[in-house]
């Protein structure tokens, strides 16, 4: 009898451990099912931190942009003819816009504004021009740029644009009547011009060569190379090409589009955007180690602070070039913009997260 009541005891305690046991591991796979919750806080947080600490004292301008300031929210589907465009004098007053041109490195040349920058890279066979700004100033900065620096803009022989926005397609249409360059610009890019022709009265050159990953265009002893980074606009085209430094060759990842000028308020299409942003960071950020290049420069002075650079050349004696910044600075540029773009897509991701709660 006592034997019996232990042998019994004894299995309904085995059999109690074995349910414990069960217990806990339905429980831990219940557990690995069910997806544990993300502190999305704590992610965001971390991606801007990482933009941050990438942006140093060099890049504050993007950070400020792209991590900051309230972004615009959405894709720009109007077909207006802009105000300065129907009315000169409702253009911005020269002060506001109006900087000196400035040689930058032996075979290239500032010859934008205080904002927006346009650039010519001058070869044995003649001059590649790299955005062309507003149609109000390009005139006065590029072509009384040019000639104050002692070129003729008879000789630009390519005129590359790296997106169509009004800042930076504005000289495109004049330069094509007036010298008749050839015009890059990327496909979808050329579409949106074609597509909204009020919004690009007076600044829409006629269709040209339509710029591709990986394309190459060469004028004398210089090459550039397009990248296709789409993101800012759908067919932005950033590129890579080497300058000579008082005879060194130097190598730059120039970024054609900086800000998040798409639908980034809601989640669809928002997130997908973001992404087709972040993978054209990466991909150019990839060409710029490629190349090894040590100069990130901008289409405005607010990434890259050239308005501020071209004033130090003036005093670097036998030191330092301003823009040359070292590889681990370019890549921390890209750094920044990806670290932003991030953070804003962690958001929307919030968002979907939020509502799918029960
Ligand atoms: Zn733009």
């Known amino acids: 009898m006592m034997l019996t009541t232990r042998l019994a005891s004894l299995k309904l305690l085995t059999f109690a451990v074995f349910a414990a046991i069960a217990a806990l591991a339905s429980a831990d796979a219940l557990a690995q099912q069910r997806p544990a919750k993300r502190n999305f806080d704590a992610e965001i947080q971390a991606a801007l931190e990482g933009a941050k600490s ?84 390009s ?70 060569i339509v710029a591709t990953d990986g394309m190459k265009i060469t004028l004398g ?10 993101g800012h606009t759908p067919g932005t085209i950033s590129y890579t090409f080497t300058v000579l430094d008082r005879g060194k060759p130097v190598n730059v990842a120039y970024s054609g589009g900086t800000a998040f ?30 190349t090894g290049a040590t100069v990130l420069l901008s289409n405005h002075s607010e990434f890259d602070n050239a308005y501020n650079k071209n004033r130090m050349l003036a005093g670097r004696g036998s030191g330092p070039h301003p823009y040359d910044i070292g590889a681990e600075w370019v890549q921390r540029y890209f750094k920044v913009t990806e670290g932003c773009a991030r953070a804003a897509q962690l958001k929307l991701e919030q968002k979907v997260a939020e509502t799918a709660m029960p």
């Open 221 to 230: 002893e210089s090459t550039v190379t397009m990248w296709f980074t789409p």
């Open 261 to 290: 000028n798409f639908v980034n308020n809601t989640p669809d299409p928002g997130i997908a955007n973001f992404q087709i942003y972040i993978d054209s960071q990466r991909h150019l950020a990839e060409k710029a180690k490629a």
């Open 139 to 208: 005139e006065e900065l590029i072509l009384g740029g040019m000639k104050k620096l002692g070129l003729d803009p008879k000789d630009i022989k390519y005129v590359l644009i790296s997106h169509a926005h009004n800042d930076h397609i504005g000289g495109a249409e004049m330069l094509q009547n007036r010298f008749h360059p050839r015009i890059v610009m990327g496909g979808p890019d050329w579409d949106m011009v074609e597509k909204f022709p009020n919004r690009y009265k007076t600044m829409a050159p006629k269709r040209d």
């Open 54 to 137: 990438a942006a140093g004292f060099e890049f504050l301008g993007t950070l400020a942009r792209n991590c900051l300031l309230p972004q615009s929210g959405g894709e720009d589907s109007r077909n207006d003819v802009p105000e300065y465009v129907k009315d000169p004098a409702k253009a911005p007053p020269r002060e506001s816009w109006y900087a000196e041109p400035a040689k930058v490195f032996d075979n290239f040349y500032f010859v934008g504004g205080k904002i927006h920058s346009s650039w010519a890279l001058t070869t044995k066979d003649g001059i590649l021009l790299l955005d062309t700004i507003y149609p109000y100033n």
